[in-house]
């Protein structure tokens, strides 16, 4: 069956441009993560979806990132007004129930940002 | 921030050695979950372990857990080209009811031919 995936998956954005990313989990998925890797490190979380109730956004790193999930399927993490710091790569997964660090997470390939 | 930490942060092998990696984490958790991220598959869940299990299996996957060290390491036998990778352990505090999950920096593994 189909996985994760994740649209655009190369982005490259000018300084101070706003950027939407697309992600489309496992179909019947509940959870759903987002994370932000950068280069030589660990995925940091960003914010975790259960449906379409965003419960946990405490990783946004300021208010210039936004995440929905309007119907509980496919979310979509904007950044507005974009910097260089913002560059990474940025990783969906989904999980198939609710409380979903309690159980295997599926990555989708992530969508490269690159900031100029 | 990162509440994991993977040791060592990079280990070179070669083929049909075993590979060892370690993690340490702060809070109490849930379980403690093993991914592996190459480039051509990008991150895959390996092996989950949860806070009342000491020892689990998978394959050549051999996972330990410690909750009074708050440590867990990964044991991959006979390794083989193909587990050239990075892997990275990551914990569900046992207080955020699922809905967070912390990465470690990982391991960069290479096993040589």
């Known amino acids: 069956g189909a996985g994760v995936s994740q649209s655009p998956r190369y982005k490259v954005a000018k300084r101070g441009q706003d950027v939407a990313l697309r992600c489309d989990p496992i179909?019947?998925?509940?959870?759903l993560f987002w994370y932000q890797q950068a280069l030589g490190q660990g995925p940091e979380f960003l914010t975790y979806?259960?449906?379409?109730?965003?419960?946990?956004k405490s990783g946004l790193p300021s208010d210039r990132f936004f995440a929905e999930r309007p119907e509980g399927s496919v979310s979509t993490l904007k950044i507005q007004r974009t910097q260089q710091e913002d560059s990474a790569v940025y990783l969906c997964?989904?999980?198939?129930?609710?409380?979903?660090?309690?159980?295997?997470?599926?990555f989708g390939p992530g969508t490269r940002l690159t900031v100029l | 921030s990162q509440q994991g930490e993977e040791d060592p942060q990079a280990l070179s092998i070669q083929e049909g050695e075993n590979a060892t990696m370690n993690c340490s984490y702060k809070?109490?958790?849930?379980?403690l979950q093993w991914y592996r991220q190459n480039s051509g598959r990008g991150l895959v869940h390996l092996i989950l372990?949860?806070?009342?299990?000491r020892e689990k299996h998978s394959g050549r996957l051999r996972v330990t857990l410690d909750t009074s060290k708050k440590s867990s390491s990964l044991l991959i036998t006979a390794s083989r080209a193909a587990d050239t990778a990075s892997y990275f352990c990551a914990t569900a505090p046992r207080d955020n009811y699922g809905q967070n999950f912390v990465f470690g920096p990982g391991t960069r593994l290479s096993v040589l031919p």
């Open positions: 179909s019947g998925h509940v959870s």
């Open positions: 809070t109490s958790i849930n379980n």
């Open positions: 372990i949860r806070s009342n299990e």
């Open positions: 979806f259960q449906n379409e109730a965003q419960l946990d």
């Open positions: 997964a989904s999980s198939l129930a609710r409380g979903g660090s309690y159980n295997e997470q599926f």
